[in-house]
């Protein structure tokens, strides 16, 4: 197949600076939660990035010296030469596919708690540092022997990075992440010196970075300037009005305006809170104010919706993080005419959630993401079948329907039995759920993709039983039935079930999903799971009219939603919806028309008027057809069956992003060989034991 006339102008070359990108896919900075701790994975991560199409592929925000020490985040370091072979060799692999090799240099500024290197902070004012724990950490103003040292750091990790081999490097001054965007900002920029004050001023010292970057690097290097072009705050934060002054005042300094906004959360928005293209209105007019090239995001997947961003003189190139890392191939699906195979990120920032924990980045859309080196799994394609086998697929949700997909196109002869009518099995109601509707692209594409399979047979409303499975004659189960929601109370607080009054209404997230509604009068939802399930409900609820009390052991709603960059943004709507919120409440008993909550903290208890009682606490597996077959185990020779496994929720339930991995890990692992009890699952890397004296070998 060839690519729609129409889409041509997205393969167009475009020149930056010295180097010119083969199109218009530009795989913009990203944090990946592998860094400096995984270099190999990271490598083979991009590598697919380019391998898929994308004209330049980015690293995250690389810190360049131990002053601007973003730990405990896991980002590349560019501190010296040491690090060198680490960032060379995810240069190595981005030119491998063709693709231009890009390093986003960073000096975090007063965002940076020196957690390792216990460095004093800096910033343009004496004030604690901005960073994500509210860490007790003060910066301290810099002075001009600062601003030369500074100068003279990053102009040595930009000719580091030359050596390295990359073909384009940033000069950060975004998302407050970038320090040079705290002497641009008025609210934490109130010095008095040249560097503070007037626009010209406080664009000074990104005015020098872009210089010296330039003068280093720049014969044969693009240099990028990022920036925030808003911080949604309005006149108390960079605005689009302002951004624009600085992009005037900057116009033809860097090779390439790299434009997001400020902070992360807002630059990442997730579908429950916003739309693809949401940036239009913040970058359309930046254009104007250039020759030089413009990129940016806003969570493209539609080839129409790309086109238009440079038909009508938006964007010069489509920056994409979230999409490149759901479908790493998108840029050649659209190459290709393969537009119905692009694996479109749903938005929920699980991604993000890698980094947030500091833990190797995963995705909902993509469970290669991650495991591209360290298990070998690529996003398109996966070996072969290495036996005639045929295999049954139990259950049509998330890690069902990956599994039947993945083992289709391994080769395998595949049937995917579903109990009900639709497939997608929890997905089928969430994604009716307030805000969850992209979440259904994970049904969709592969719902799609498995509707080309010749292989893969698909059975509708067909509940199996052990006596079904064991007559079919499969080589294989895998059993996917999924999980339901506990309706006693049990969870992480509370650990046996909970008192329920006779003539209590006490309803689980499946009853909502399903159609049912509490009876008239004031609604409690215990949240003790702190994901999305409790605040959708929350708002479900409220939104058809009633009176709804969140009720939570921590102290905020949805509270790991923090991980997702959501939570201040489903605690926002809640309340403005009217919902409210109990802090540090845990569910002691349920009585008739009342409730009991405990303090979290000292255990005192108060009554609370309730008509009903929503229970958000955990999940039990599904493993009623598992049980009956391993009951019946001794009948598996007989009829032909060689193993039956439990996978994704009905194995433990988890998030989406685990059970489509889950299926995945099914689907790679069949027939492979088997793996000896002291065997690791994946290969990794292993930090080199430093040469030279050791103290306590060292006489005295
Ligand atoms: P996961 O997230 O692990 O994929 P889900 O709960 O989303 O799990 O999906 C499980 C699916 O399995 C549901 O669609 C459910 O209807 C289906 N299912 C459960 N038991 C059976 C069974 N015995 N036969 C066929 N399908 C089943
Ligand atoms: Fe998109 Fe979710 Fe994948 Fe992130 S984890 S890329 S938001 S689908």
Partial sequence: MTRDARYDVLFDPVRIGPVTTKNRFYQVPHCNGMGYRDPTSHAAM???????????????????????????????????????????????????????????????????????????????????????????????????????????WHRSAALRTKNAGYDLTYVYAGKLFG??????????????????????????????????????????????CRISVDELMGEEGIHAAEAQDIVGHLAELPDLWDLTLSSWDNDSQTSRFADEAYQEPFVTGIKKLTTKPVVGVGRFTSPDTMVRMVRQGILDLIGAARPSIADPFLPKKIEDGRLEEIRECIGCNICVSGDHTMSPIRCTQ????????RRGWHPERIRPRESEGRVLVVGAGPAGLEAAMML???????????ATRDLGGRLVGERRLPGLSAWGRVVDYRVGRIADMADVEVYRESRLTAEDVLGFGFDHVAVATGARWRADGVGRRILRPLPVAE????????????????????????????????????????????AVTLVTPTGEASSWMEMTMEQHKVQARLLELGVEIVPHRVLAAIGADAVDLACAYTGRVVHRE???????????????????????????????????????????????????????????????????????????EVAELAAGPLPWRTPA
């Avoid at 030469?81 to 030119?95: T, Y």
């Fill in 46 to 152: 991009r590598a697919i990035k380019a391998e898929g199409g994308w004209g330049v592929v980015c690293t995250e925000q690389v810190e360049i010296h131990p002053t601007g020490d973003i730990g405990p985040f896991i980002e590349l370091r560019n501190w010296s030469d040491q690090d060198v072979p680490a960032l060379a060799r995810v240069a190595e692999a981005i030119h491998a596919h063709g693709a231009l090799a890009g390093l986003q240099l960073a000096h975090n500024g007063m965002n940076a708690p020196n957690l390792t290197s216990r460095e004093i902070p800096f910033g343009p004012a004496d004030l604690p540092v901005f960073s994500v724990f509210n860490d007790p950490v003060q910066a301290r103003a810099m002075d001009k022997a600062d601003i030369r040292a500074l100068r003279h």
């Fill in 610 to 684: 309730a008509a009903s009682v929503v229970l958000v606490t955990a999940r039990l597996p599904e493993k009623g057809l598992a049980d009956d077959l391993e009951a019946r185990s001794d009948a598996f020779a007989d009829a032909g069956l060689k193993s039956v496994t439990r996978i994704g929720d009905a194995l433990a339930p988890g998030t989406i992003a685990a059970a489509v991995w889950a299926g995945r890990r099914y689907a790679e692992e069949l027939d492979a060989p088997p793996r000896g009890l002291d065997d690791l699952p994946y290969r990794r």
């Fill in 408 to 418: 289709g196109r391994r080769g395998y002869e595949v049937a995917l039995a579903e």
């Fill in 179 to 224: 320090g040079a965007m705290f002497f641009l900002s008025r609210r934490f920029n109130q010095r008095t010196d040249e560097y503070g004050g007037s626009l010209e001023n406080r664009c000074r010292l990104l005015k020098e970075l872009l210089e010296d970057t330039k003068d280093a690097v720049g014969d044969t290097m693009a240099v990028a």
């Fill in 503 to 546: 003539g209590a209404a006490v309803l689980t997230p499946d009853d909502l999903i399903a159609g049912r509604r509490p009876p008239a009068g004031p609604v409690v939802i215990f949240d003790d799971d702190h994901y999305y399930m409790g605040g959708v409900l929350a708002e479900l609820l409220v939104r058809e009219g009633r």
């Fill in 366 to 373: 993509n469970p290669a993401m991650g495991e591209e080196w």
